[in-house]
């Protein structure tokens, strides 16, 4: 059974980066696309942006600026950057898989506060 | 942008009752659209993929179609584990986008 776990400081100060990693455990991570997710407390859900196992990346245009993703094949990893965080990037990060997100992380919760 | 709009918002409903959720595309999108359940302090979960395939281990009760622009989530008897909130997904084209989410409440 394929299991994603997100993982990384739960709390980033205004103007950091935050930093996440979603490691993939119980299947390969080759051959799919791997999505970051985020949503703030009590709002929907919205895409930050994906990676290939080539490294390819498309990311969403209101972030696009302040986000690199990035994979380690050999670990089954991949991860999230974001830039010059704000309040408004407080929110739970989930990463999930493919074209259709058949498996979620649990998510983490990443708050930006001083 | 292809934005996605959710209807309704919210509904209240009883144990063993018909629930409809429609998903509207603003411009076509195939069948690459996809239906998740998410519970309190949960992930999503994947019910409904491509428009109208069950997710494996999701129970029958949970149906869509639809393609183009309009699509519809059927719950053909709620059950007390189904009171949640349900998005819908477009994997059609960059960025991806949700629904805005419909909470089936109790009524």
């Known amino acids: 059974q394929v299991q994603l776990q997100e993982s990384g400081p739960g709390l980033v100060k205004p103007s950091e980066t935050l930093s996440l990693i979603c490691t993939v455990s119980g299947g390969s991570i080759s051959s799919y696309y791997w999505n970051w997710i985020r949503q703030p407390a009590g709002k929907g859900l919205e895409w930050v942006g994906r990676i290939f196992t080539t490294g390819s990346t498309d990311y969403s245009p209101s972030l696009k600026t302040r986000v690199t993703m990035s994979v380690d094949t050999s670990k089954n990893l991949f991860s999230l950057k974001l830039t010059s965080v704000t309040a408004a990037d407080t929110a739970v990060y989930y990463c999930?898989?493919?074209?259709?997100?058949?498996?979620w992380g649990q998510g983490t919760l990443v708050t930006v506060s001083s | 942008d292809i934005q996605m709009t959710q209807s309704p918002s919210s509904l209240s409903a009883s144990v063993g009752d018909r629930v409809t959720i429609t998903c509207r595309a603003s411009q076509s999108i195939n069948t690459y659209l996809h239906w998740y359940q998410q519970k309190p302090g949960k992930a999503p979960n994947l019910l409904i993929y491509?428009?109208?395939s069950l997710q494996s281990g999701v129970p029958s009760r949970f149906s869509g179609s639809g393609s183009g622009t309009d699509f519809t989530l059927t719950i053909s008897s709620l059950q007390r584990e189904d009171f949640a909130t349900y998005y819908c997904l477009q994997t059609s084209s960059i960025p991806r986008t949700f629904g805005q989410g419909t909470k089936v409440e109790m009524k």
């Open positions: 491509t428009a109208s």
């Open positions: 999930a898989r493919g074209n259709s997100f058949d498996y």
